[in-house]
């Protein structure tokens, strides 16, 4: 089963994930150019990055107005980045089986790194269930896609300290990575690509086209 779920449930996952953001990102441009063809015509690098970067950076409304959400926003997004691509155990799954490596988090920071993961998401769901503003505009697949990536993280932390068979909590980690990358292409998770490719948009809608920032 784990070879399985490690090798070819793997590959598959990857070719979904793939294949669905290609699709987005083609339908996303296809049906910029149907609606507003035009935008194209003004297409400029500096106002797309502009626009990227002004959001990428605590500079909008959002980070003013709600300081405590924006810093658990940041740490939910670089923990979400920086634990998998820099944890050992899977670095070293990569040279297994590619033979390349880099540079690792040292584990107990990737554990405690781990933990503040754990937070953030509480975090949110309990702001998702108080705020009457954030609660009214919350459907239950927001808070099935906050399981979801937290699933990868409860189930890496357990195994890494074997609380349970190592092997099926092992099985279970990968297959709930799994998952996440099938459903990235096909739900709100899709931002982690369409974020920059929409930003570059409306960047040049606004900025080049439009002349102003206000964005």
Not at 26 to 53: E, M, P, Q, T
Not at 69 to 97: D, G, K, R
Not at 149 to 162: D, E, K, N, R, S
Not at 176 to 204: D, N, Q
Request: aromatic share 18%.
């Amino acid at each position: 089963m784990y070879e399985f779920v490690r090798g070819p449930l793997l590959w598959v996952a990857f070719i979904v994930f793939l294949g669905g953001m290609i699709f987005r990102v083609v339908s996303f441009i296809g049906l910029s150019l149907k609606k507003d063809k035009v935008i194209y015509n003004h297409f400029n690098g500096k106002w797309a990055l502009r626009s990227i970067f002004h959001w990428l950076l605590p500079l909008n409304h959002t980070a003013v107005q709600s300081p405590v959400y924006t810093l658990m926003a940041y740490l939910f997004h670089i923990l979400l980045l920086f634990v998998p691509v820099f944890l050992l155990a899977h670095i070293l799954l990569w040279q297994e089986s590619w033979d390349i490596s880099w540079w690792a988090l040292p584990e107990n920071l990737a554990d405690y790194m781990t933990l503040v993961m754990f937070g953030v998401i509480i975090f949110l769901v309990i702001r998702r269930m108080a705020l009457p503003y954030v609660k009214i505009v919350t459907s239950p697949m927001d808070y099935f896609l906050l399981a979801v990536v937290g699933l990868p993280f409860l189930t890496g932390y357990i195994a890494y300290h074997q609380w349970f068979s190592y092997k099926t909590m092992l099985i279970v980690h990968i297959l709930s990575g799994e998952l996440m990358l099938v459903l990235i292409p096909f739900t709100k998770l899709s931002h982690m690509v369409m974020f920059f490719i929409s930003r570059a948009h409306i960047g040049m809608e606004f900025g080049q086209r439009r002349g102003t920032v206000t964005w």
